[in-house]
Nanobody, 123 residues
Framework: QVQLVESGGGLVQAGGSLRLSCAASGRTSYIGIMGWFRQAPGKEREFVAGITWNGGSAYYSDSLKGRFTISRDNAKNIEWLQMNSLKPEDTAVYYC????????????????WGQGTQVTVSS
């Protein structure tokens, strides 16, 4: 089992920035990729970004690339999501996720999930 704990959500004005963190524990040797999804009220969970655990290759949602940056420290089992130029439509619950391999990364079928952290962007 892999446990994931997010932090860093909150309320920010449009144009502002937030950095989300996710700490992994447990069977971290299983992790091939870690990433972030988000889910707004009434919408499906959507892929935000992912990063391979060993090589550090990053994947992004096409609509978010350029504003969001994912990074990780696999020695400390932590990943971050830096979110800049936030917009009200970025308001959602953001979920940290982990998967064994970077296959079909944009589908919300990863193996392990955090509890989610709320990000609210006011206009």
């Amino acid at each position: 089992q892999v446990q994931l704990v997010e932090s860093g959500g909150g309320l920010v004005q449009a144009g502002g920035s937030l950095r989300l963190s996710c700490a992994a524990s447990g069977r971290t040797s299983y992790i091939g990729i870690m990433g972030w999804f988000r889910q707004a009220p009434g919408k499906e969970r959507e892929f935000v970004a992912g990063i391979t655990w060993n090589g550090g290759s990053a994947y992004y949602s096409d609509s978010l690339k350029g504003r969001f940056t994912i990074s990780r420290d696999n020695a400390k089992n932590i990943e971050w999501l830096q979110m800049n130029s936030l917009k009200p439509e970025d308001t959602a619950v953001y979920y940290c996720a982990a998967h064994g391999s970077p296959i079909a990364v944009r589908r919300p079928t990863w193996d392990y999930w955090g509890q989610g952290t709320q990000v609210t962007v006011s206009s």
